[in-house]
Each structure stands twice: as C-alpha cells, then as structure tokens.
C-alpha cells in the first residue's frame, strides 16, 4: 500500500511546479550565461537618461559606492522573457555597521514599474555577509496591449539596482557589482494585436526632433498620415469579432423567447 502512495505523494508535489512552469514561463527558466565573446561591461548609468545599453549575455563588472543608483537598458521583444541576476560582493576591509538591503528594478520605455514574477528582488545582507545576490524574472512582452493595462509591451527596458535600507555610517563603502541578463525568445502569442511603435520615448532632453526633409513633423508622423485610408477605421477580424457575433445571436434569441412566454395571446 505504502508503494502505491509514494508515487502519487510524489506526483502531487511536483504538480505545483509544472504548473508554475505553464502559468509562468519565466519562473521556469535557468540562471543566465554569458554569450560566447561577449565584452565585460564596466559602466553604469546614473539616471534613465544616463542608463548604459546592454544586451542580454553580456556581463557587468563594476566597482561603485554603497548609496550609488546604477542604471541599465535593454531591449525587449514580442515574447521574450527575461531574467535579471545580479550579485554585490562587499570588500573584506570594508567594516559594515549594520545589515543592508538592496533592490532591483524594472521599468519599461514609458517608466512604468514592471513586477517580477521570480527572483529575490529585495534581499537582505547581513552585517558580516560578503555577498548578496539579486533576481529579477520580468513576464513575457505581449505583442499589444490595452492602454490601461501594465503589461510589457516591445520596447526599451530600465534595470535599476539600489540600496534602500542600511545604516547611515555605511554610506559610501565600496561594493563590487556583477549584474547578467538574459532573454529566452518564446515567440509572440496570439494577442490579436501589434504595437505600431516600441515603447522608447526620446532619451535626449532640450533636442527638437524634426525630420530629415525640413518639414518639422517628427519623424513617423507623416507616414502615420499617409496610411489613412476609407476602411482605416474598421478594425482587423480577429476571435473577439466572432465571439460577439455569436453573443448577440443568442442575446436576440433569448429575448425573443422570452416575449413568446410573457406575450398574453388576445
């Protein structure tokens, strides 16, 4: 009997992660490796405007200051996922006073906070720890999205890595940063939509972007004009069109028999 149980014990635990895996393709995912030949990176961005580009498999090695905001971009595509991994290492000669957390961030093109749906984003290091390591697992970039949603959409991408609790005496102690990321292509869904234009706004303040024939307009303004046409209005056929057709085809039906059975013959 006992035989008989151990396997089924054994399947109802490993359930949760093969449905973690379905549900949450990133949570699935192995630590990042660097690419082949890829250069060390050894900057790191102060601000949005001032974030370095990076792509995925390349490594970050740096040296900065407890208290140093360090910012990183990077693209994102229509069914990626990516994964953030990044690890602070604290000098032996460097005497901490206390125990420090560290945070990783994401944002998006239009500076909107993406959660993370894997990954110790905000550890904890302890006062006499020598490193402390970061995760951060972004959900898959759809394709199209409604503008009231906070789903990824294709674009540029902001990796912020601060401190945001420690003891004011460690203020400015050196730390080691080593910072991968890592991009799996699962391929666009079915999201019945395709965003006209990624989401990475003009990263240099006080320009006037005008466009290459003197016009004025900015640039993709007059080709937005020029694809105006009779039936631009109608929107493509897709699922939703025929899910409502049949809708109201059985709404109709309905009231119809509802009136046949309140309808007082005379």
Do not use: H, N
């Given at each position: 009997?006992?035989?008989?149980?151990?396997?089924?014990?054994?399947?109802?635990?490993?359930?949760?992660?093969?449905?973690?895996?379905?549900?949450?393709?990133?949570?699935?995912?192995?630590?990042?490796?660097?690419?082949?030949?890829?250069?060390?990176?050894?900057?790191?961005?102060t601000s949005f405007l001032t974030a370095v580009p990076v792509?995925?498999?390349?490594?970050?090695?740096?040296?900065?200051?407890?208290?140093?905001?360090?910012?990183?971009?990077?693209?994102?595509?229509?069914?990626?996922?990516?994964?953030?991994?990044?690890?602070?290492?604290?000098?032996?000669?460097?005497?901490?006073?206390?125990?420090?957390?560290?945070?990783?961030?994401?944002?998006?093109?239009?500076?909107?906070?993406?959660?993370?749906?894997?990954?110790?984003?905000?550890?904890?290091?302890?006062?006499?720890?020598?490193?402390?390591?970061?995760?951060?697992?972004?959900?898959?970039?759809?394709?199209?999205?409604?503008?009231?949603?906070?789903?990824?959409?294709?674009?540029?991408?902001?990796?912020?890595?601060?401190?945001?609790?420690?003891?004011?005496?460690?203020?400015?102690?050196?730390?080691?940063?080593?910072?991968?990321?890592?991009?799996?292509?699962?391929?666009?869904?079915?999201?019945?939509?395709?965003?006209?234009?990624?989401?990475?706004?003009?990263?240099?303040?006080?320009?006037?972007?005008?466009?290459?024939?003197g016009s004025g307009a900015a640039p993709g303004q007059a080709?937005?004009?020029?694809?105006?046409?009779?039936?631009?209005?109608?929107?493509?056929?897709?699922?939703?069109?025929?899910?409502t057709s049949v809708g109201g085809v059985l709404a109709a039906?309905?009231?119809?028999?509802?009136?046949?059975?309140?309808?007082?013959?005379?």
């Open positions: 009997m006992r035989t008989r149980i151990r396997p089924a014990v054994a399947a109802a635990l490993a359930l949760p992660a093969v449905l973690a895996g379905v549900l949450y393709p990133g949570a699935a995912l192995a630590a990042p490796t660097p690419s082949p030949g890829a250069a060390a990176l050894d900057r790191a961005g792509t995925a498999g390349q490594p970050v090695r740096l040296d900065a200051s407890t208290g140093d905001y360090l910012y990183w971009s990077f693209p994102g595509a229509a069914g990626d996922v990516t994964e953030i991994a990044a690890t602070l290492r604290f000098p032996a000669g460097a005497a901490r006073s206390g125990p420090s957390t560290w945070s990783i961030e994401v944002f998006d093109g239009l500076r909107r906070r993406q959660a993370c749906t894997a990954g110790a984003q905000t550890p904890t290091a302890a006062r006499d720890a020598t490193e402390v390591r970061l995760g951060c697992v972004l959900r898959r970039v759809r394709s199209w999205a409604e503008p009231w949603s906070g789903d990824p959409l294709p674009g540029t991408y902001y990796a912020k890595l601060s401190v945001v609790e420690l003891p004011e005496a460690d203020l400015g102690l050196p730390v080691e940063v080593d910072l991968l990321i890592g991009t799996t292509d699962g391929g666009s869904s079915a999201d019945d939509g395709e965003l006209r234009a990624p989401l990475a706004p003009p990263d240099r303040p006080g320009a006037v972007l005008t466009s290459t024939d080709a937005a004009d020029d694809d105006t046409g009779i039936f631009d209005w109608v929107p493509a056929l897709s699922m939703r069109w025929l899910w039906v309905a009231g119809v028999f509802g009136f046949s059975l309140t309808w007082r013959r005379r």
